[in-house]
T-cell receptor, first 114, second 112 residues
Framework: KNQVEQSPQSLIILEGKNCTLQCNYTVSPFSNLRWYKQDTGRGPVSLTIMTFSENTKSNGRYTATLDADTKQSSLHITASQLSDSASYICVVSDLGGGADGLTFGKGTHLIIQP | GAGVSQSPSNKVTEKGKDVELRCDPISGHTALYWYRQSLGQGLEFLIYFQGNSAPDKSGLPSDRFSAERTGGSVSTLTIQRTQQEDSAVYLC??????????FGQGTRLTVV
């Protein structure tokens, strides 16, 4: 069965520091991987999508990486801000609309302290 | 609709009562997912509907939980005889053929 594992489960860092969130998956055949950000009291929204041929993609202070060989992705946040406090969810899609559908990680709860 | 809509946004109920949570997916989306989310547990899979196929109910935590999807569109998650441990945010997401998942705002359920 397809699985997505995220680590750490929760993380507290000081404002201005950098951090990296991890996502490991066993989904096959792989189509794409998305990172979502969920602010408190809101639904998750897509931050970035990584396809098989992409290794790195940046969106402002967020940089996502993908290693399709080891089936690992990371989300790096640079110079964190208080507004980065949120849950970050990794969702992986397989090819061709497989019966298992999309596979969701449990998320990482990030707290930025002033 | 413009996005996934969930109702109610907040629900406070007494222990032992039944509750119904509703999800209106994006029109045309064949897949619909229910998850629940709590601080200590993260996102937990509940049930997955895909088209006319039998739903994957493997994540439902007990027989007090059930869900249906009528006409391949609106879905209702029902929790019978609610317990305090049922308190959580219940998220619904829909997608078209395993492309991007679109999430609703969630229903925050509090059982007192």
């Amino acid at each position: 069965k397809n699985q997505v594992e995220q680590s750490p489960q929760s993380l507290i860092i000081l404002e201005g520091k950098n951090c990296t969130l991890q996502c490991n998956y066993t989904v096959s055949p792989f189509s794409n991987l998305r990172w979502y950000k969920q602010d408190t009291g809101r639904g998750p929204v897509s931050l970035t999508i990584m396809t098989f041929s992409e290794n790195t993609k940046s969106n402002g202070r967020y940089t996502a990486t993908l290693d399709a060989d080891t089936k690992q992705s990371s989300l790096h946040i640079t110079a964190s801000q208080l507004s980065d406090s949120a849950s970050y969810i990794c969702v992986v899609s397989d090819l061709g609309g497989g019966a298992d559908g999309l596979t969701f990680g449990k998320g990482t709860h990030l707290i930025i302290q002033p | 609709g413009a996005g996934v809509s969930q109702s109610p946004s907040n629900k406070v109920t007494e222990k032992g009562k039944d509750v119904e949570l509703r999800c209106d997916p994006i029109s045309g989306h064949t897949a619909l997912y229910w998850y629940r989310q709590s601080l200590g547990q993260g996102l937990e899979f509940l049930i997955y509907f895909q088209g006319n196929s039998a739903p994957d109910k493997s994540g439902l935590p007990s027989d007090r939980f059930s869900a249906e999807r009528t006409g391949g569109s609106v879905s209702t998650l029902t929790i019978q005889r609610t317990q305090q441990e049922d308190s959580a945010v219940y998220l619904c997401a829909s997608s078209y053929s395993n492309t991007e998942a679109f999430f609703g705002q969630g229903t925050r359920l509090t059982v007192v």
